[in-house]
């Protein structure tokens, strides 16, 4: 297949979600609210974390790094989103739609290897405690956040460049919020079946992988617990996973779902949702989750909070 850049089109038109006339306003309201509430909690925990020495350990060098990920991730869709309900034109360029797409799927696959590399500080602070400062070190932390970045950098490079070079002769109308690479695919006048089998490779290491990951250490450090003889201790060591869980079965129970649906259910109006809801709530749950159940955590926000008010 010769797969030059014949592209016809410059630009593609968002389908987005089924106009709702007296629900506009109340849509374009709160998914600002949630925006911002989603911004504000997260560049929060970053500064605070960043600020705060008792917090410059490896399980909050990882908990800088995942609400970077949300922030961005986020960012990258509900601004557009926002955009294209008060807009009667929702169109993006055809280099905008590929850097959206690229973007996205490299912020969801960092994110996948970023909580895998979490259960794993989480499995060796359990099942070896006495060895943890070794193993874990802020250099070894600071390695495998790097790992997880280039890994999926590489990962998801081969087919987006394949994708920008399909010929995409019309219609241009995208059925969906952003620039799905499924959808985008569907509109090439060219056979697209070798692109769709990486994709499907990509997706089986990105999502399979790093879950496979997870579920081997909680096996573990869950086989570690319950041999904890007091009831106090094993609530203790329970709670520092259940922070780390709840994102998981948030982040991994959403693109499951969308990942197993057949091919021609795809880009229905509830597969927008499911993208819509799994892309706002992990990123806005995200600060809260993190907060409320770590002391630590809630103590470095006061005293941030009271330097603040105090200067």
Request: hydrophobic residues 50%; charged residues 10%; proline residues 5%.
């Amino acid at each position: 297949m010769g797969w030059r850049n014949q592209t016809a089109v410059t630009e593609f038109i968002l389908h987005g979600f089924p106009r709702i006339p007296q629900l506009q306003i109340s849509l374009f309201v709160l998914l600002f609210v949630v925006y911002l509430v989603t911004l504000t909690g997260n560049i929060l925990m970053i500064v605070v974390i960043w600020l705060d020495y008792r917090l410059h350990t490896p399980m909050y060098l990882f908990l800088i790094n995942l609400s970077f990920i949300e922030t961005s991730f986020i960012s990258l869709l509900v601004p557009k989103i926002l955009v294209d309900f008060m807009s009667e034109e929702k169109t993006i360029t055809f280099n905008g739609c590929m850097a959206q797409c690229y973007f996205y799927f490299l912020m969801g696959t960092t994110d996948f290897f970023l909580l895998a590399t979490m259960s794993y500080d989480r499995y060796v602070a359990i099942c070896h405690p006495l060895h943890y400062p070794a193993i874990m070190t802020n250099m070894l932390c600071v390695k495998l956040v790097l790992g997880c970045w280039a890994v999926s950098s590489f990962l998801l490079l081969p087919p987006i460049i394949m994708l920008s070079r399909l010929p995409f002769c019309g219609p241009k109308v995208i059925n969906h919020f952003f620039c799905d690479s499924s959808t985008l695919l569907t509109l090439a006048c060219t056979n697209t079946d070798f692109i769709k089998l990486i994709n499907l490779v990509i997706s089986i290491v990105a999502v399979v992988g790093p879950l496979l990951l997870i579920v081997v250490s909680y096996m573990y450090i869950i086989n570690t617990i319950l041999r904890i003889p007091s009831v106090h201790g094993r609530n203790k060591a329970f709670s520092t996973c259940a922070s780390h869980l709840s994102i998981v079965t948030i982040s991994f129970g959403s693109a499951i779902f969308i990942e197993i649906r057949p091919t021609g259910k795809k880009s229905t109006d509830l597969d927008k949702l499911v993208h819509l809801v799994s892309s706002i709530l992990a990123p806005l749950l995200n600060p809260f989750i993190y907060t409320l159940r770590n002391e630590k955590v809630k103590e470095a926000l006061r005293d941030t909070l009271n330097r603040i008010l105090t200067l």
